[in-house]
């Protein structure tokens, strides 16, 4: 194989850690996504044999956070989305990670994601304390896939849209079920998502 071009999502050490050895097997390729160089929606990347990359900025998780969008059905989606789950927001602006959750969340149904992190089950355990009734039923199904192939991803971003209590915090059911445990008034989307966040961050 040959390396066209490396894409990086954002600088976080566990992203980036094998850049400085690839280049130096590769010292021609284009590095997209690094630290100091902050990109844009919708900008362009040269890289020959694969035109149709799509830049799509999800600021949150860090501010130069970055998707890219192969082919409008391919989302490599970093730390911004994770399957039953989202990045923590290290930026402590919540309002942009929960704008750059909506912006995934607007895209295709049919869109594969695939995440940075195989945190599925981990997160399916966090979400049975908030609706234990409808999410023990993605148990089985989550343990298939990773004993048939070890990992759960990637997943489809409809079935997100369905399940991932991230992109439904404007759901009523996942506010009410929020509300009663926990004894808060929420009224809003983005009141929930911060309160899930913030769960999910002691869980
Ligand atoms: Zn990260």
Redesign the pocket.
């Known amino acids: 194989m040959q390396l066209s071009a490396i894409l990086l999502t954002?600088f976080?050490a566990?992203?980036n850690g094998g850049v400085e050895r690839l280049l130096e097997l590769y010292p021609d390729v284009s590095v997209y996504g690094n630290h100091d160089l902050q990109m844009k929606d919708d900008d362009p990347l040269h890289i020959s044999c694969f035109p149709s990359f799509r830049v799509i900025t999800t600021p949150g998780?860090?501010y130069e956070h970055v998707c890219y969008l192969f082919d409008e059905s391919h989302l490599f989606c970093?730390?911004t989305l994770f399957s039953l789950g989202c990045?923590r927001v290290f930026t402590g602006d919540f309002d942009a990670a929960f704008t750059s959750l909506n912006k995934i969340k607007d895209l295709d149904d049919n869109i594969l994601c695939y995440p940075a992190h195989e945190y599925t089950l981990n997160n399916l355990a966090f979400c049975m304390t908030l609706q234990n009734d409808r999410y023990t039923k993605l148990y089985d199904n989550i343990e298939h896939k990773l004993n048939k192939h070890g990992n759960s991803l990637p997943t489809l971003l409809g079935y997100e849209k369905e399940y991932n209590p991230f992109l439904r915090a404007h759901d009523k059911d996942i506010q009410l079920s929020i509300q009663q445990k926990y004894n808060l008034n929420i009224d809003n989307g983005f009141e929930c998502f911060k309160i899930l966040r913030e769960l999910r961050n002691k869980f």
């Open positions: 954002h976080h566990d992203h998780h860090v970093g730390d990045g």
